[in-house]
């Protein structure tokens, strides 16, 4: 009896399963016979699901393993695969009756010729080498590009942007300068040197109100102590 195929992921079960895995509960999936490197009808646990969603982008770990691997949905199934049942046992056949033996003619045979030498026995199953296996290709998942981006204004305020693959994760959060410019003085230093001279000209327009702000207020305090007076 042919073994009935198991149908792939289709768009509908895709949804269930992120909608499952969003809520805090792995789903469970099986392999089918287009998996590479797995055996088909294996149980296994989704746990992400990588952008874009296109080739290999299911995350799976099959059960009984700590390893992470990347399938298409070609390669996995809802259906859980039926118990496989057991052949029944054989009837044994019945034993043939023996058959008459067919008249000996007495002829003159010549003698036989000598036997030949018996083979060397095999050598013990201990001393045999089992055949090497060599473990099958797993697909192991592509990481995601991360890119970090700082920006600055003409005030010397700073933001960061980070992009994660194809997710923006942050977007224009603010950042301190002081963090910003200890950050720098890790890196390159033509890193270090283009935001120092952002800093040093924000320092200069910040310092230079601070000496008008000032300096009106010391106008003003003369004013009111004429009026005063």
Same mark, same amino acid.
């Given at each position: 009896?042919?073994?009935?195929?198991?149908?792939?992921?289709?768009?509908?079960?895709?949804?269930?399963?992120?909608? /499952?895995?969003?809520?805090?509960?792995?789903?469970?999936?099986?392999?089918?016979?287009?998996? !590479? &490197?797995?055996?088909? &009808? %294996?149980?296994?646990? !989704?746990?992400?699901?990588?952008?874009?969603?296109?080739?290999?982008?299911?995350?799976?770990?099959?059960?009984?393993?700590?390893?992470?691997?990347?399938?298409?949905?070609?390669?996995?199934?809802?259906?859980? $695969?039926?118990?496989? %049942?057991?052949?029944?046992?054989? @009837?044994?056949?019945?034993?043939? /009756?023996?058959?008459?033996? =067919? $008249?000996?003619?007495?002829?003159?045979?010549?003698?036989?010729?000598?036997?030949?030498?018996?083979?060397?026995?095999?050598?013990?199953?201990?001393? %045999?080498?089992?055949? /090497?296996?060599?473990? $099958?290709? %797993?697909?192991?998942?592509?990481?995601?590009?991360?890119?970090?981006?700082?920006?600055?204004?003409?005030?010397?305020?700073?933001?960061?942007? @980070?992009?994660?693959?194809?997710?923006?994760?942050?977007?224009?959060? $603010? !950042?301190?300068?002081?963090?910003?410019?200890?950050?720098?003085?890790?890196?390159?230093?033509?890193?270090? #040197?283009?935001?120092?001279? !952002?800093?040093?000209? =924000?320092? #200069?327009?910040?310092?230079?109100?601070?000496?008008?702000?000032?300096?009106?207020?010391?106008?003003?305090?003369?004013?009111?102590?004429?009026?005063?007076?």
């Amino acid at each position: 009896m042919a073994k009935a195929k198991q149908s792939s992921l289709s768009p509908q079960d895709i949804d269930h399963l992120r909608a /499952e895995l969003a809520a805090g509960r792995p789903p469970a999936v099986w392999f089918t016979s287009a998996a !590479v &490197g797995v055996e088909a &009808g %294996r149980s296994a646990k !989704v746990v992400a699901f990588t952008e874009p969603a296109e080739g290999d982008y299911i995350q799976v770990r099959p059960t009984g393993e700590k390893d992470e691997l990347s399938f298409s949905p070609a390669e996995l199934t809802v259906e859980k $695969p039926a118990p496989r %049942r057991r052949a029944p046992a054989p @009837v044994a056949a019945k034993a043939a /009756e023996p058959e008459a033996p =067919a $008249p000996v003619e007495h002829i003159y045979t010549p003698a036989p010729p000598p036997p030949k030498p018996a083979p060397a026995p095999a050598p013990p199953a201990a001393e %045999r080498k089992p055949a /090497e296996r060599k473990p $099958p290709a %797993r697909k192991q998942a592509k990481p995601a590009e991360v890119t970090v981006t700082l920006v600055s204004t003409a005030d010397g305020e700073w933001t960061v942007d @980070v992009q994660w693959g194809s997710k923006r994760t942050l977007k224009a959060a $603010p !950042v301190a300068a002081s963090a910003v410019s200890q950050a720098a003085k890790l890196l390159p230093a033509e890193v270090d #040197e283009a935001v120092e001279s !952002v800093l040093s000209a =924000a320092r #200069e327009r910040h310092l230079a109100r601070v000496e008008q702000l000032r300096a009106e207020l010391e106008a003003a305090q003369r004013a009111l102590d004429d009026l005063t007076g």
